[in-house]
């Protein structure tokens, strides 16, 4: 049999390789590029501060995060955002910041503590949360004022007692809470163990409080959407492995994630 001259191999070689590479480009699924491959060596660990409504979610980011990325861990902190500003401006070591609101996060950009331009990942909305079964028969805002209705809400400079605060000014409806909360998760609890009729929290919180409690709607929520953005921060020690989290926040399997648990787009 005839050999194929040398000379004649190494182009057909190459030819078949620049085939090959033509081929799995044209088969790769769209919206991919070549930064997801970059974003598989992200390393390292770094703390995420996030607001109290964003636990159950972020945890299941953060593993999610983790599996797909092998090198890196994600801790977090999770309470009210402006005591999540506060402590920052302390200078507790953080490397990302999600707020429950636009407000917060603007404390961090004017002085310079957030890196570049936090960017929006999430909205949210209010719901009253009752007892299962709601035995106080808590259909509207306006029955949160009536007698012997034990009322919790967040305290005003917590996201969730600045929207409760706009609902209630838009609205007209006096609310007497016998107690104004640090953070969405302590009002939520309390309603859960009995020790309040009613909350003001999040869809979000009732949906992810697994029965615990039921939720009752109100027309005047649409009035206080809240926004949740997301930064980088300026001290971080690992600002790469920090802007990939709050990427992954922000893509399409984040919002999947954010979606499930009852979150409105951006």
Known sequence: MTSRPRSLLVPLAVVAALGLASCSTADAPAGSSSSSSADADVSGSITVFAAASLQKTFTTLGKDFELAHPGASIEFSFAGSSDLVTQIQNGAPADVFASADEANMAKLS????????????????LEIAVA??????????????????????CAVPVPCGAATAKVESASGVDLQPV?????????????????ADAGLVY????QGADGKVDGVPFDESSGAVNTYPI?????????????????????????KV???AGFGKP
């Open 179 to 195: 107690s104004e909360e640090q953070s969405v998760t302590d009002v939520l609890g309390k309603v859960e163990s009995g020790q």
């Open 110 to 125: 004017a002085t310079d503590l957030a890196s570049g331009s936090p960017r929006d990942f999430a909205t949210n909305v």
């Open 132 to 153: 299962p079964g709601n035995p106080k028969g808590i259909t509207s805002l306006d029955d949160l004022t009536r007698p012997g209705v034990q009322l919790v809400t």
């Open 231 to 255: 930064g980088v921060l300026e001290e971080s020690e690992d600002p790469e492995l920090a802007q990939a989290f709050s990427d992954y926040v922000r893509s399409a399997t984040g919002q």
């Open 203 to 206: 869809v979000t919180d009732v």
């Open 258 to 260: 954010l979606t499930a």
